[in-house]
């Protein structure tokens, strides 16, 4: 695989000529600062000091002089006891706000080519929705799956020229609370011809698909033909598609060949060797019965999570989160 390809997938490298066929989505780009918060693990889970009042326009800049929470006393003696101040964001959290509130008060946050799903868990919701900057950032920095963005995009890579891309991005995307898991599908293009189609979430028998079948398959190869074929560069690669209930197609997404990106009902063999002639049928699959249903192919929720018990290391870093909110609650009650 070349890096190029890994680029190409990219939302901030995508999106723009596939906005008309895609979800609503603004994207920012970040700072190294942010990056490198991202990346941080030694000392204490901090979430970024919120500079803005959360439900009015920014109209006070926080000093950190002026509140009591904030003041590090000097000279105790005892420096190492002292927490590191809170990291701040403000001029990233200020375009963040103002995206937010301009796509509706609720997004769907993802880096260049992922989403925090695996983080999802440490929500209040249970989702990646998310209304706030510090929302934002807590399902950021808790998750691992954006350590593959953050160090190990290209990987695979046979002309590999660096362990990270130039620069990094935050999109967010409107956040859609009814999507239907079983109108989801990804799509395997080789040699720019689609050869196969499968259901995205393949954990689940959903009996409509059987009766769908044959008009999805339609509904998705002609949006191949008219939107995608002549827009994505690369030879090789896939993506995905929602089918909204009045049969229109919103792509969701792109991802390379091969490596890390999963087959789903196929296998990447299977996938190689279909060299669809124009005019062959496309294979698509679904989940046909009840007892074909695959076991999860991601782990939602961190094993560590199932032992919080003193000592397991999330007993602490619960504590901390939680002590964090708490305080920033207080900070922006007294500033309001
Ligand atoms: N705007 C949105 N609102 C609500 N849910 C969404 C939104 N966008 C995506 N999702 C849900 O989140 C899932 C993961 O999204 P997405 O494919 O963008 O993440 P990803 O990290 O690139 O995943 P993968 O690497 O598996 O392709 C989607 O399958 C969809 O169910």
Not at 175 to 182: A, K, N
Not at 275 to 298: H, S, Y
Request: charged share 30%; with cysteine; glycine share 4%.
């Amino acid at each position: 695989m070349k890096e190029e390809e890994v680029n190409r997938c990219q939302i901030q490298e995508w999106y723009p000529k596939f906005k008309s066929v895609s979800i609503r989505t603004q994207i920012h780009e970040l700072p190294e600062s942010f990056i490198q918060y991202l990346l941080d693990d030694s000392g204490p889970f901090l979430l970024p000091v919120s500079i803005y009042n959360d439900d009015a326009l920014p109209n006070r800049i926080h000093n950190p002089e002026e509140e009591e929470d904030y003041q590090v006393s000097e000279g105790s003696g005892d420096e190492s006891e002292q927490p590191s101040p809170p990291p701040s964001f403000p001029e990233l959290e200020l375009k963040i706000k103002e995206s937010i509130e301009s796509l509706g008060g609720a997004i769907f946050p993802k880096l260049n080519w992922s989403a925090p799903k695996d983080s999802a868990w440490i929500s209040t919701t249970g989702s990646l929705r998310c209304t706030t900057f510090s929302e934002i950032a807590l399902l950021l920095r808790s998750s691992e799956s954006l350590i593959h963005d953050l160090c190990h995009a290209y990987d695979s890579c046979g002309d590999k020229s660096s362990s990270r891309p130039q620069n990094f991005f935050l999109a967010l995307r409107k956040w859609y609370p009814s999507l239907r898991p079983e109108m989801e599908f990804r799509c395997f293009v080789r040699g720019q011809n689609l050869v196969g189609i499968s259901q995205r979430e393949v954990t689940t028998f959903y009996p409509i698909l059987l009766e769908k079948k044959i008009e999805l398959k339609r509904l998705i190869q002609q949006f191949y033909e008219d939107f995608e074929r002549l827009k994505f560069e690369s030879e090789n690669y896939t993506f995905d598609v929602y089918v909204t209930k009045d049969e229109r197609i919103k792509v969701l997404d792109f991802n390379p060949w091969g490596a890390f990106t999963l087959p789903l009902l196929f296998d990447w063999e299977e996938l190689e060797m279909n060299t669809r002639e124009e005019g062959n049928n496309v294979d698509f699959r679904i989940v046909e019965t009840q007892c074909a249903v695959r076991p999860g192919l991601k782990t939602a929720v961190p094993y560590d999570y199932l032992d919080t018990s003193t000592g397991s290391g999330w007993d602490q870093f619960l504590r901390n989160a939680d002590e964090e909110l708490q305080r920033q609650t207080r900070s922006s009650e007294a500033g309001a």
